[in-house]
């Protein structure tokens, strides 16, 4: 079946720190892969996505490649803010292209201190 | 900015109760879903709904479960005896079109005791 595991959190960093969250997936066929983001009190936005092999999603500095040989999509960004604290979550869709159905990983919550 | 609003923000109720849980997709929008995390573990798919029927529902949907679209804009979903094990996060979403971006509710926070 599809399954998205990703790192277990939460993860903290400083200011300025490299981030890199890491997102193994296992699905039939060619699925589309997602980063979701969830703001304290908010709810849960598209972050970054990226629809076949060799892909490269990226937003708001952070980037994730898809990597269909390591079937992984790990989230990564250079230079963390504060303001970058949230959970995080990697999703794929079972169908190319399109995001019906998603199945997501656990989260991970990233705390950034200044 | 358009935004999926969801009500209430947070519920207690008792094992066997009802609970309603409201969604205002974004106006436009045509296809409409809810999604469900427990405590510590993963976001789940529960439904989706399109043309005013499910189109697709997980396991978890059971016959306690229901969705419905009362007036056109809200899109709610119904437990109807709640037990423990639904105490969880329930995150509505919609989009417009089928491939579209998924826009997620803020999630309403179900704790039944």
């Known amino acids: 079946g599809n399954s998205v595991t990703q790192m277990e959190g939460p993860v903290t960093l400083s200011e300025e720190a490299f981030l890199t969250i890491n997102c193994t997936y296992t699905a039939t066929g060619y699925p589309s892969l997602f980063w979701y983001v969830q703001y304290p009190g908010e709810g849960l936005q598209l972050l970054l996505k990226?629809?076949?092999?060799?892909d490269k999603g990226s937003n708001k500095g952070f980037e994730a490649t898809y990597r269909k040989e390591t079937t992984s999509f790990h989230l990564e960004k250079g230079s963390v803010q504060v303001s970058d604290s949230a959970v995080y979550f990697c999703?794929?869709?079972?169908?190319?292209?399109?995001?019906?159905?998603?199945?997501f990983g656990k989260g991970t919550k990233l705390t950034v201190n200044p | 900015e358009p935004e999926v609003t969801q009500t209430p923000s947070h519920q207690v109720t008792q094992m066997g109760q009802e609970v309603i849980l409201r969604c205002v997709p974004i106006s436009n929008h045509l296809y409409f879903y809810w999604y469900r995390q427990i405590l510590g573990q993963k976001v789940e798919f529960l439904v989706s709904f399109y043309n005013n029927e499910i189109s697709e529902k997980s396991e978890i949907f059971d016959d306690q479960f229901s969705v419905e679209r009362p007036d056109g804009s809200n899109f709610t979903l119904k437990i109807r005896s709640t037990k423990l094990e639904d105490s969880a996060m329930y995150f509505c979403?919609?989009?417009?079109?089928?491939?579209?971006?998924?826009?997620f509710g803020e999630g309403s926070r179900l704790t039944v005791l």
């Open positions: 999703a794929l869709s079972p169908t190319q292209g399109g995001s019906e159905k998603l199945v």
């Open positions: 990226a629809t076949k092999a060799d």
């Open positions: 979403a919609s989009r417009w079109r089928g491939t579209g971006e998924l826009f």
